[in-house]
């Protein structure tokens, strides 16, 4: 023991030495911050800022990338039928799925929290989805929605006339459940998180003054939770970009058009090496996103004041 005390020694008399050190230099507590997140944003910088720098550049530039060409490539872009089919789908399918996602996933986070039992069980079921690569969600689609698969089998056998699924209108829907399929479980941890955090003296005060359980939802747990819907909101909103992936390997480049979303267009103008649109549409978009998150955020803030 005395020899292990020896060689630790060192290391103790420099750990007091620095601490000292450090202090008395009194160096403002913002500047200690900012050199602890001066790693992470070195990273932001190289891999995100710098190169979204640049895309705003070349969206001013010709296609040679050598001569200003102003607001050209932005007019092009919104005059491209492709970007106005793009762009309104996947408004649409934004508008459409958040909210759904949103109210679902409470609906089954509220139901499990008022379990006394199972919770663990519940909560592993819902994220199964989560788990499945994607490459095996495709195969299963295609098994079931495919012409010759088993919902049409089903059909047939009453009967009626099967239905292309992905490739006519009720596309739009399959896509609206797959989000929702695979997204519901990971809202769920997220309200419960937020459920668990809600004081439990909040309940106790609202059922001795006689609440009931609509009001206790209406004027404790809601309250609660605003924190949390911006969180929830946000991760929901970013996930929305990320079903391009079904999309893609269910329905292939050019999917029926209720299903043509901003991601399809960006990887044709890639593939094509459209280099000038695919900029403009980058900025258009990042400038969209930034404003629907600041309201959000603004609202958020609003809220809580």
Known sequence: MKAIRNWMQPFRQSKQKWIPTVRNKKVPKWVLGLLFLAPSLLGVAVFVLVPFADVVRRSFLDAMGKEFAGI??????????????????????????????????????????????????????????????????????????????????GVRLFGLSPVDWMNSEKAFGVLVFTYLWKNVGYDMILWLAGLAAIPKERYEAASVDGAGRWQTFR?????????????????????????????????????????????????????????????????????????????????????QE
């Open 219 to 303: 004027y404790v747990t809601l309250p609660g939770l605003r924190s949390s819907v911006f969180v929830i909101g946000i991760l929901s909103l970013v996930n929305c970009f990320k079903v391009f992936r079904e999309a893609y390997l269910i329905a292939g480049d050019y999917p029926h058009e209720s299903i043509y979303m901003m991601q399809h267009l960006f990887n044709n103008w890639f593939v094509s090496l459209d280099i000038q649109k695919m900029t403009a549409a980058s900025v258009v978009m990042a400038i969209v996103m930034l404003v629907i998150m600041s309201l959000v955020w603004y609202r958020n803030e609003r809220s």
């Open 72 to 153: 050209s490539n932005y007019e092009s872009v919104f005059q491209n039928e492709a970007f106005q089919l793009a762009a309104g789908n996947t408004i649409k399918f934004i508008l459409i799925c958040i909210p759904l996602l949103l109210l679902v996933s409470l609906v089954c986070a509220l139901l499990i929290n008022g379990l006394k039992g199972y919770q663990e069980f519940f909560k592993t079921t819902f994220l199964f989805p989560m788990a499945i690569p994607v490459a095996s969600v495709v195969l299963l689609w295609r098994l079931f929605l495919d012409r010759n698969g088993f919902f049409n089998e």
